[in-house]
């Protein structure tokens, strides 16, 4: 399990037109990277998380992934406060205070960030995504290459678990207990099959892809269809406004 | 007679960037509802043989192709494989790969979405092949969660929902457990006795192609080593030795006998067979 993986449910936010729900993602990101506003950001994370908790997400199920989150989020803060010129210093001339907030906001406005993306590809089946994206536009051949990337994570994760398991049963330590040099230097003999494996998926991929007419013509039929809902609309207006004004209490004040 | 739907003549192949021709100068024609079985040790050319039948070779696949393949009156060649697929479906090995999509009714609407026709007839299709893999009850369910032989069941579905006069198969049943392949040769069985199709199939199963099969086509480094039907294939045990095939177990027991100089009157290749000549043989002796 893992933020990509479609997570079923009937709620609000499964239900919205995954054309909304992509335009709802590239709004709030803009905005998300025009604020500056601790308290505005504060208030978009809450919302997310609001959202997560109408879509009936479980948050333990990204736990492993906010770990690795919050490493980055340390490492930024502490490389902004050591190179951000500033005015309080922790020592002397070293560690800036506003580095560090900025470090902090930048933290901030990045975890909010990522926290909407699962709220769209964990509540959008991904067919649904492909069909989403072709409606706004896009040829479905390079819908299909995005959405079949997606789907394909999970299978890699799988493969890497095999590959190290297969290691361990022959006695490699090194990924548990070795040092970080060590681990640099085993990294190949995990990385060469999973790559390897990689491309002779992807050209048997290809093949089966090609026998059944991909890319016959220019389109193609699909069998389950979207339409835009009442609710849908009200959503994106609601949203679209909410940025608004949010974009203008940053800036107003 | 019924009419020649693939003609081989005279080809050959080499992949890119390599010297050896893993076909040499094929010639071969296969009639319309025959059941052919390709047999021959690994590397011997079969999968690249059914890659060359739907378009793959030389579509996707590079590499040098010399001579010409008619299907069903269309030069491979010079027809895309989007019109190819049409007229020539096919089943790979390996049931994982072949599957790409989240759900099993998409799997099968997979090839017709790509040919743009009306979604009722789509949804017809489905309908239709999924009942002849006998997997209706399935076409909500995620392609992972099946079982082997469900999964290749599936990949022919997503084959026949072209509606495809010819259905190839590459060793569709080399990674599934007896039960699995009893299902997809039972499948495979109905898909030539009630729809007519013609079926191409690279396997190892002796039993099996001894059930089905009207003509067995050994290959050896590329080669043809022997086109013909499973009766005389598997009688001629310097063949099967040469080609890494075992015959199956009842013609084995056969060609024992024969070798310790006890004759039968007839060559079995199927279980009933060997029962029926067994017993005369035993009769015989007694009397």
């Not at chain 1, 491309?199 to 026998?211: I, N």
Request: hydrophobic share 50%.
């Amino acid at each position: 399990m893992s933020v990509i993986d479609y997570y079923p449910g009937d709620s609000l936010v499964h239900r919205l037109d995954p054309r909304v729900k992509l335009i709802t993602l590239i709004v709030v990101t803009v905005t998300i990277f025009l604020l500056s506003n601790f308290f505005v950001i504060a208030a978009f994370f809450l919302s997310c998380l609001m959202c997560w908790h109408i879509a009936g997400l479980p948050l333990n199920k990204v736990k492993g992934f906010l770990k690795f989150l919050l490493s980055l989020f340390v490492f930024l803060t502490v490389v902004q406060s050591l190179f951000l010129p500033g005015e309080h210093y922790l020592f002397k001339g070293f560690f800036s205070l506003e580095g560090a907030i900025f470090g902090l906001l930048l933290s901030f406005r990045l975890l909010t960030l990522i926290c909407f993306m699962p709220l769209v590809i964990m509540t959008t089946p991904i067919n649904k995504l492909a069909l989403g994206l072709v409606k706004m536009g896009m040829s479905y051949k390079i819908a299909y290459m995005a959405t079949t990337a997606l789907n394909i994570i999970p299978t890699f994760q799988d493969e890497t678990k095999v590959i190290m398991d297969a290691q361990k049963m022959r006695g490699l330590t090194v990924f548990e207990k070795g040092k970080l040099i060590e681990k640099f230097k085993a990294y190949p003999t995990l990385v060469v099959p999973l790559v390897i494996g990689a491309m002779r998926r992807a050209q048997l991929m290809g093949v089966a892809m090609d026998s059944r007419a991909f890319g016959a013509g220019k389109t193609k039929t699909f069998i389950e269809d979207i339409s835009l809902q009442n609710v849908d609309i009200v959503a994106l207006v609601l949203i679209l406004i909410l940025c608004g004004i949010a974009l203008w209490v940053n800036f107003a004040w | 007679m019924a009419e020649t739907i693939i003609k081989v003549d005279n080809v050959s192949y080499r992949y890119p960037r390599t010297k050896k021709w893993v076909l040499k100068e094929l010639n071969l024609e296969i009639k319309e509802g025959e059941f052919i079985a390709v047999m021959g040790e690994n590397g011997a050319g079969k999968t690249t043989f059914c890659q060359c039948i739907n378009g793959v070779i030389p579509h996707s696949q590079q590499g040098k192709l010399k001579g010409v393949i008619t299907v069903a009156g269309l030069n491979t060649l010079q027809t895309p494989i989007s019109k190819l697929s049409q007229i020539v479906g096919m089943v790979l090995e390996d049931p994982e790969t072949q599957l790409f999509t989240t759900k099993v009714k998409e799997e099968v609407a997979f090839g017709p979405e790509n040919l743009s026709m009306p979604v009722p007839e789509i949804l017809e299709r489905i309908r239709w092949a999924l009942k002849v893999v006998r997997l209706e009850q399935y076409a909500e369910r995620h392609p992972t969660a099946l079982s082997g032989g469900q999964k290749q069941r599936l990949a022919i579905a997503a084959a026949i929902a072209m509606k495809p006069k010819i259905l190839v198969l590459d060793e569709p049943t080399s990674q599934l457990d007896p039960i699995g392949t009893e299902e997809v040769f039972s499948v495979i069985r109905e898909l030539k006795d009630e729809y007519g199709m013609t079926v191409v199939i690279a396997t190892h199963k002796s039993e099996e192609i001894a059930k089905f099969a009207d003509r067995v086509l050994v290959l050896k480094d590329g080669q043809i080593q022997a086109f013909d039907i499973p009766q005389l294939i598997f009688r001629n045990t310097k063949l099967m030795k040469d080609n890494w095939i075992r015959p199956p177990q009842v013609s084995e027991l056969a060609t024992l006998l024969e070798e310790k100089g006890q004759l039968l009157k007839g060559f079995p290749i199927l279980p009933e067979e060997a029962i029926q000549l067994l017993t005369k043989w035993y009769e015989e002796g007694e009397a």
